[in-house]
């Protein structure tokens, strides 16, 4: 099975399904798409704006049930969501093991609720598929900017407090304790990594690293990672970790 191939069908199903609704206001795709870097890989993400969400997920769904049929799905709850903002996982059948839809949809219409995805260094460009009222013209024009601002005494404070914890839990030969406190120091580290780099993405910890990072920083944090293998590398690994975040 071609799963490029196999992806834009589905586009194209969903496209056509919900374009025709009059609930239906402005659609993107996302992602992989948006940041160009798009592979056999990669799943669907697709973005409608609606103010009746009920009736965009049925659509959803009954289309992909009727030409692939729906395995599982997953509402997406909790506190990470955005304000407005609802979202299903779609796994198919008949399709890869690692393929899936992303759905979302922004209860809005105000542009300014939908100006952060028109910052292309922390989103990409988006795929507009339609924009019946403008409105995602309308946000690109009121597109928001992170303010990513530098670490300082506060955080070094936090840095300390975490790897004196890694330390103690490491000396005392506890594998797991010493882990935990390991990949904190670990997403601390890439922050400060990423403030230097991909400052408009300074909150994406680990995800996109590949991207938004010199060749030689991703390469690095590998390594910081694959020195959990033992306590010991941690702690040499935390000590340099520590020395460069501290300075």
Same mark, same amino acid.
């Given at each position: 099975m071609s799963t490029s191939f196999q992806r834009e069908q589905l586009v194209e199903k969903l496209k056509t399904a919900l374009n025709s609704l009059? #609930?239906? @206001?402005?659609?993107?795709?996302?992602?992989s798409r948006a940041t160009g870097s798009e592979d056999v890989y990669s799943d669907t993400d697709m973005v409608v704006v609606s103010l009746h969400p009920e009736? &965009? *997920?049925?659509?959803? #769904?009954?289309?992909?049930?009727? $030409?692939?049929?729906? #395995?599982?799905?997953?509402?997406?709850?909790? +506190?990470? !969501?955005?304000?407005? *903002?609802?979202q299903k996982f779609y796994i198919l059948s008949g399709t890869p093991d690692f393929y899936y839809v992303d759905f979302g949809i922004f209860v809005t219409d105000q542009a300014q609720d939908l100006a952060e995805f028109f910052n292309q260094d922390r989103h990409g460009k988006a795929d507009i598929l339609? @924009? =019946?009222s403008g409105i995602l013209q309308r946000a690109s024009a009121l597109t928001t900017f992170e303010k990513a601002t530098p670490l300082g005494p506060l955080q070094q404070a936090h840095f300390e407090v975490l790897y004196r914890t890694f330390l103690k839990e490491s000396l005392?030969? =506890?594998? &797991? @304790?010493?882990?935990? *406190?390991?990949?904190?120091?670990?997403? !601390? *580290?890439?922050?400060?990594?990423?403030?230097?780099?991909? +400052?408009? =993405? $300074?909150?994406?910890?680990?995800?996109?690293?590949?991207?938004?990072l010199p060749l030689s920083d991703s390469q690095r944090i590998e390594a910081i990672l694959k020195a959990s293998a033992d306590i010991s590398s941690m702690q040499k690994c935390a000590a340099e970790m520590r020395k460069e975040y501290l300075r």
């Open positions: 009059v #609930e239906a @206001d402005a659609a993107w795709l996302g992602g009736r &965009i *997920f049925q659509a959803v #769904e009954d289309t992909l049930q009727s $030409h692939y049929g729906l #395995e599982r799905i997953w509402p997406v709850t909790g +506190p990470a !969501m955005w304000k407005g *903002f609802v339609w @924009d =019946k005392r030969g =506890k594998y &797991i @304790d010493t882990y935990l *406190f390991y990949q904190r120091l670990v997403g !601390m *580290f890439v922050q400060l990594l990423r403030l230097r780099h991909s +400052p408009q =993405k $300074h909150d994406f910890g680990l995800r996109y690293l590949y991207k938004d």
